[in-house]
DNA sequence: CTGTTAGCGCATTCAT
DNA sequence: ATGAATGCGCTAACAG
């Protein structure tokens, strides 16, 4: 038995002390180290029987690899690294969206063995941390949800020669995974058009993100196809933001009678801003939102919306992660379809 | 200059080829490699031209340390694995339970400059592949959301030497984060019997967990103390599962006038069979969950449930690791307080 | 205050 | 098929 080895108090100090390395089973196995690290990476050019006694070694001391050690000499970690450009607190609030990325990403990482690190970085002092975190070698890969059009991480990263996976920012030298946002827009307006909405309005996302930028387009270039005049908020994604926009809106056109949202999220506060101004959806007023999580669903009335694929999102991320780490190729976007779907509320 | 390692295709092998080592930024510096260490860590001892030099150094070559080798001496790595013993499915689904934790726990290690490490563990592999990665010393700590009785992966774990912090397994030798599920829930049962309710169900949670123990313990503590009969179904904290277990009640039970169901998912699913039965909430059925999620607002009606602070959990969890890494004393058990919140269910 | 030296634990040549 | 030797990049004693 080895020595405990502990602090003054009787507390353990260190997280590791007597863990059994490499030297020593194969000391207690009576061959040499070489043949350890063949075993246990197995490899199939080791004799039957000292394999047996390798592995038996092993298993009595309990020995695992360490992580270091070998990173340190195969410059790999199985590990790879989700980046969400947002606080913690927004990250994991209320919005299903990164869970349901993360999810994704989970899965698929789950399915090939690999580990996954998330990390974000709503701070500067984080987006540095996660910098040196990557560049540090701690992980194969970095894989970006939701970027901001300013974000200089993924590029710094892909400077510094760590693969990369994007999601909302194309054209850069990454692979980038994205959803036809003006796609399902179009659909969303051609549906309120369809029923009769003459004055459509929209409470826009963030524009210095792909995907607020996109869904306003889809929305101009519907309406502009129509014929019709644009009405525009603008919203951060948050269901506040969505009920001031709405508010602005009917102030700014109180005739208005439909309005697109360029999320769930908003949507639901631009629901309650119409509550307050006494407008019965849909009868006075048709609401489309975006994305189509959960809470779409407990809306009330229940949300008409455009569904994205999230989850997918990050299986897709996921995929083109390790494909890249196994020095295939992969497309250089990949767009996921949107899909209209039909509630109460418009 | 290092040759590149590249692959037949051109195609990169291995994330990282030209990083500067130390070396090569005190050789460029003109000093040692114990010196640029120093400055590295932001040792005093250095004089201030020679530190000057070499942060030039560093800055030209953008050095960054490397973890793995770093790590492999100082055995630390400055990250912490938070283990979700859930499948990535369950863990961010519709249940804002485990996001909330991370969030916590994110929020707290991030302002410590400690990383965060997510692993799920809803798979017998999964689970190894955990353990592999904690025991190898990937990370400095592990702690663990909403354990099950029968995972043995804290002991084991704490067997092998890994500081260890709990939540939903006291007893264990390691300190355990937790809430007062029985003061809780007997607020609530003591709130319904305080509106004359009379034949008053409950919608169990899973009976392997300590969470869905001791709720159903309040549940008939409040209920013997009142002197009135228990009437039980269980679930398994999802939606559906609360739908079929109400159900399942109404059969027993056609004349209850209450239940207490023990989440708000579960909760929800309730209402949907009560919905579905033709009684009204609360007017013939009262009913209360438990967490405070943000589905409990959009509820119809808004539920009536007990409040517990699960990103504190979270926040509770990580400083209580952070210590244990300080080697400072941590309390065994930390219980935070649960609250009714009363809204129009009940 | 600085440089020299010696490993950390492992995978991987190269001999045998 | 196996073992001996080497070095990954870094920190920490130890001298000076």
Redesign the interface.
Known sequence: MRRAVA?P?G?????????PTLEEVAERAGVSRATVSRVVNGQTTVAEELREAVEAAAAEL?Y??????R??VT???D?VALILPE???R????D?FF??V??GV??EL?AA?K??????TG?A??RL?A???A????V??VMFASLHDADLLPELMLR????VVCNGLPHLAAPCIDVDHIGGVRAAIEHLIAQGRTRIATVAGPQDMVAGRERLDGYRQALAAADRRAIVAVGDFTAESGQAAMRQLLADEPGLDAVFVASDLMAHGALQALREAGRRVPEDVAVIGFDDI??AL???PPLTTVRQPIAQIGRSMARAMLRL?E?QEVEPLKVLPTELVIRESA
Do not use: K, M, W
């Open positions: 602090g108090g507390t353990v100090r260190g997280p590791r002390q007597g863990r309990g695992v690899p360490h992580a270091a050690a990173s340190l410059h790999r970690t590990s606080s913690p607190n990250v994991f609030s209320d299903q869970p349901s993360i999810r989970a899965s789950d063995g580990l996954l690190v998330l990390l974000t701070s002092e984080a941390r910098e040196r975190y560049v540090g070698g701690h194969d890969g510094r020669g760590v693969p959960a809470l407990f809306c009330d780490l020095g």
